[in-house]
């Protein structure tokens, strides 16, 4: 009897994983696909960058290509933040049929799905994707955001003007957003005349007492620690109670408010550079804020996915940027094969709320300014520095 | 004055640090020492409790969290090994190896289905998690708490296995399993018992090991859990001080490590050491055939 029953459970097991196959694809629908994390270290950020896609969704959901009218739906994958979920998530998409891609938070994921999206002939949008190798020797990825050698130039200059003469970088193993910009960091000040010490933490450290006393004992005048938002809090709690002096400064994942709940309270000196500013004065971007903020509180469980308050964040105006570029890319091709979206969107130009998105031979957008923010301990906010821009 | 300012805070971290993984670490050693089992579900205990004191301080004071997360930990050891270990008694080792798995996986994948996979910030306890100056070093209080703590409560679990009852039957059950059945010990009692004290200690461990690093994920006791097993292996499993002082060996040698710049290969030199240990003493510090092991 026992093993009938072992047997008739394990038969159910294989059924059950065959369930989620049989998907049919309706005519007049054009499935995009988010490729995002909702769950891991890059959870938080996945979340609200899909934000942003949905609410695009919200108002744009149809397009009419050769006189008849198509329903846009997104479908939703995890890829859980890890590589090694990436490209069965990956596949999932594409065996849902979707005609165009955006994602992912997260360079690591993006470029281990490269590929699948590529062999399957997917063109994808990176949104907040800044590593170059995502896009690099992949025709069918592009990305509309800045990129790390950029990025790192940017916050290079700003910390050997603004903070002092050296710098601790401290980067996460084996993740390649974090080892990326860390080394166009590193690279950009030393350049400047400016002296670093580099080190690394492998992925699951919670203890960076160690790192932050390192920090204090070379001397560092600015600690850079483009990690996790995960990893950040740790980073940013620990330096408070173990009473660091230097200034703490990242990259774009840092623009979150897990950030600022760990800052809040404490007097460190934390900055990061990012995409968008919420005060942006230009028409397209006051009227993204107000409108996605009305959308967020109009909606409990996804001002519960913003972080449970309604800041708007850059990576969600990234999604939805990267949203009307993919529709405005199907208009382009007036097809919803995929093949023929990829042909188009290289010559997509689209004023979004980032700013003008027009597509290099790499398929990489050109940006060539940055933000800065600094953290108001005090309130708990962002507090829009400058925008730092590369003298070349 | 120099040198105690730039190495101090090294040899801090390392001794709170060491003091968490000993309280892990005795949960290990435990169960290892009366079932020969090695409890990988541990580190997910851990890691629930880090989780139950999440949601419990949302909805009450934090002198009522504090002892339903020692309360709620204990329940769920003594439920694993019922549910999961209990019925396998009599199967070979290695099924029940296979089912403490198992248990670690449906802990974590639970863990990550409630709270969306995302890290959720540990509250602040009290007191505890003031800030506190020392010979110029600025540190939490709740890094000297845990050395104290910890030896405290070592104590008291040796005193309570050589001078109990529960704790003489322990020891004859740890040294055989079917004679001591034979003489009348009711076995079950005694590895409900053992689970009961693992998870108590998991439980305040993961009270002072969160209040220092204060983000709780559902994969976040996999490092302390295999350091703390390794600790429990370092110092010879089945020994209860030897788990402890394995355990301050270890965070005392990964913050000096780091300390000397080679952070990269910090995790590394702590396993290296391990095997170096195992290779010159295979049982290993205080793990002779002939001592007590519960």
């Known amino acids: 009897m026992k093993r009938i029953i072992a047997l008739a459970l394990a038969c159910l097991m294989v059924l059950a994983c065959f369930a989620g196959c049989g998907s049919k694809k309706a005519d007049d629908v054009i499935y995009i696909g988010i490729y995002e994390p909702a769950s891991g270290d890059n959870g938080a950020g996945g979340k609200q960058e899909t934000l942003g896609i949905q609410y695009a969704n919200t108002l744009v959901n149809t397009v009419t290509l050769g006189g008849k009218e198509y329903k846009i739906e997104l479908v939703e994958v995890d890829n859980q933040s890890s590589t090694d979920k990436a490209i069965s998530a990956a596949s999932q998409l594409v065996s849902k049929g979707c005609s165009i891609v955006l994602g992912s938070y997260g360079s690591g994921v993006s470029i281990a799905a490269a590929d699948t999206f590529a062999n399957a002939k997917i063109p994808a949008i990176g949104c907040s994707c800044t590593n170059p190798a995502v896009t690099d020797g992949n025709e069918y990825y592009y990305r509309i955001c800045y990129l790390d050698p950029f990025q790192g130039t940017v916050l290079a200059n700003y910390a050997f003007e603004e903070k002092g003469e050296t710098a601790y970088v401290l980067a996460q193993l084996g993740d390649d957003y974090s080892v990326g910009l860390a080394t166009s960091f590193q690279s950009a000040y030393e350049a400047l005349g400016g002296k670093v010490v580099y080190e690394t933490f492998p992925e699951g450290t919670s203890d960076f007492t160690a790192y932050i006393t390192s920090a204090k004992n070379a001397g560092a005048d600015v600690m850079f620690a483009p990690t996790s938002t995960t990893s950040a809090s740790l980073i940013i709690s620990q330096a408070a109670s173990n009473g660091a002096e230097y200034a703490l400064m990242a990259g774009d994942t840092w623009e979150s408010s897990v950030i600022l709940d760990a800052a809040k309270g404490t007097n460190l000196d934390v900055s990061v550079s990012t995409f968008f500013d919420e005060n942006d004065d230009t028409a397209a971007g006051k009227e993204f804020v107000t409108g996605f903020k009305a959308w967020l509180n109009a909606n409990p469980d996804k001002l519960t996915n913003n972080g449970g308050n309604d800041i708007v964040a850059a990576v969600s105006a990234l999604g939805f940027d990267g949203y009307m570029t993919a529709v405005e890319a199907i208009k382009a091709a007036d097809s919803a094969d995929s093949q023929a979206v990829a042909d188009a969107l290289g010559g997509v130009v689209y004023t979004g709320v980032t700013g003008e998105i027009k597509f290099d031979e790499i398929g990489d957008a050109v940006r060539n300014l940055a933000y800065i923010k600094t953290v108001d301990t005090v309130n708990g906010a962002f507090v829009f520095g400058k925008i730092q821009t590369i003298a070349d | ?294």
């Not at chain 2, 040198?3 to 005795?26: D, E, M, N, R, T």
């Not at chain 2, 003489?183 to 018992?193: A, E, L, Q």
């Not at chain 2, 080679?262 to 793990?287: E, H, M, Q, W, Y």
């Open chain 2, 1 to 294: 004055m120099d040198f105690i300012a730039k190495y101090l805070p090294y040899l801090l971290a390392g001794i709170s640090v060491g003091g968490q993984y000993a309280l892990i670490a005795i949960g290990y050693t435990m169960v290892y020492g009366i079932l020969r089992l090695i409890n990988f579900a541990h580190a997910d205990i851990f890691m629930v409790a880090g989780f139950i004191m999440v949601y419990a301080s949302a909805s009450m004071p934090i002198y009522l969290s504090i002892p339903l997360v020692i309360v709620l930990t204990v329940v769920l050891g003594f439920v694993v090994e019922r549910v999961a270990y209990k019925p396998l008694r009599s199967a070979p080792r290695m099924s029940v190896m296979i089912s403490a798995i198992g248990v670690s996986y449906l802990l974590q994948n639970t863990a990550w289905y409630v709270t969306g996979g995302l890290a959720k910030v540990y509250p602040t306890i009290p007191w505890i998690s003031d800030t506190v100056t020392f010979m110029g070093c600025t540190t939490k209080r709740v890094t000297f708490i845990t050395p104290v703590l910890t030896i405290l409560l070592v104590v008291i679990l040796v005193l309570l296995i050589k001078y109990t009852k529960i704790g003489i039957a322990m020891r004859a059950v740890s040294k055989d399993f079917e004679t001591s059945q034979l003489m009348g010990i009711k076995i079950n009692t005694v590895i409900s018992m053992t689970f009961i004290i693992g998870s108590f200690l998991a439980a305040v461990g993961s009270l002072l090991y969160f209040s220092n690093y204060a983000t709780v994920t559902p994969t976040i006791g996999a490092m302390p859990g295999l350091k703390a097993f390794v600790a429990a292996v370092f110092g010879g499993i089945g020994s209860i001080p030897g788990a402890v002082i394995g355990a301050f060996i270890i965070g005392i040698c990964e913050n000096f490590i780091k300390a000397a710049g080679l952070t990269t290969f910090s995790d590394a030199f702590t396993f290296a050491l391990l095997i170096v240990v195992l290779i010159v003493k295979p049982n290993g510090i205080f793990g002779e055939s002939t001592s007590e092991k519960v």
